[in-house]
């Protein structure tokens, strides 16, 4: 499934991208504190498919030990050729959305590894979090989903690798 962006939000998107994976990470926290109130009504909008199939990379995610999580949410991020980021490449950009959002919920829950309580984030990530807080609530979703679009691994475009068989 090819990733199609709004290509409204373009400065901001690379602004993300151009950040360390643990800081997108920890700017998706941020941003999930700040603004996960709003965000909820937004997140699960996708069709009842859509939450399912969501819930179910979710699930599988919550059963491993917090250093496998971390380390998925990482490979999604660094687009790494794994089975989990290859099916999450194969999810619309709405349910890409929804999984992040629940992710942040289990972090939340501490049921997916916890956000360190001493973490700060950088300047650069405050101020892309202040431009974020000045969009319209309609214009941050469709800016999350074009962060979440290109993150893990298009199946269908994905060279083969040989040393995992994928």
Known sequence: MSNITSGLFTAQVEAFQNLEVDEQLALFWVIYTEMGDSITPAAPGASTVSSEIAQALFERVKSMSHDEQLQIM?????????????????????????FWYLLA???????IVPF???????????????????????????????IVAPMGVDPNEAPHDEATGL
Do not use: H, W
């Open 74 to 98: 990482r490979d999604l991020i660094g687009r790494q050729n794994s089975l989990i980021c290859r099916e999450y490449g194969a999810l619309s950009d709405t349910t890409k959305l929804l």
């Open 116 to 146: 360190p309580e001493d973490y700060q984030i950088s300047s650069e990530s405050e101020d892309l979090l202040e431009q974020i807080k000045n969009l319209e609530f309609s214009q941050q979703i469709t800016l999350f989903r074009d």
């Open 105 to 111: 919920q289990g972090m939340d829950e501490a049921v």
